[in-house]
């Protein structure tokens, strides 16, 4: 059976591959558009599996919540450059998984990657779609959810990369917002003190106590200026001890107990944290996909 441009249209239409790619298929299926498109499927499975080790670092957060605000949810998905991060098609992934993930009952990666989004495909079908199509790996990496919480929600998403959730005691869109955007800028590692472990604690102690003795000064002045520094760090790691980004004279801590509220959780993500980076030296790079 002779392959027409009108047949190879509709497969780069159905599959999202390329004229050239389409056209083999159509080939060697002898015509046969369904099989030319399991053909491809099978294909692409097999080469996002080959994919799979490559580190993938950049990314973007997707961010959603319902409609009553009780329920909020992010996730985090990764590719390999940057470059695919600001595609149409990843763009859309990302935003098909976070409404997925916002009304269902997942509890981890593994779940997440059976669910079915809008397409009735399953986000890990979809993903290894998606890298059979951009050539790069692709990852879910992470997500959160605050769900049916019984004060109040809110969440601030900056550039795509990073995002927070916080609940408060009470519902206060104003203040959570704030206190969203205190997060995403100050990165606070706790909420309060008594979340800090004391090994962590004390690691600091010895530190600024190694650095108090080549002082020479008083046992009796170290201890305060050890004590001094212990709080100092305290203030800097928990969010309620940080000066409050619209008005440093104020903590955290001072600003919600002003409006008669407290903060019960808060969950920030940053794309790409905790990964380590591949340096990468485009110009070879280049060079050896020339020679090659």
Known sequence: MSVTAAMVKEL???????MMECKKSLVEANGDMELAIENMRKAGLAKADKKASRVAAEGMIGLKGSDDGKTVVMVEVNSETDFVVKSDDFIAFVNSLSDALLTSSVDNIEQLAEIKLATGETVDATRRALIAKVGENISVRRFARYSNVEGGTASYLHGGKIAVIVETAKNDKELG???????????????SVDQVEEKEIQKEKDIFTAQALESGKKPEIIEKMIAGRIKKFLAEVTLEGQAFIKDDKMTVAQLVKSKDNSIIQFTRFEVGEGIEKEEVDFAEEVRAQASA
């Open 12 to 18: 780069r239409e159905r599959t999202g591959s390329g």
């Open 177 to 191: 917002k704030d206190i969203a955007m205190h997060i995403a800028a100050s990165n606070p590692a706790y909420l």
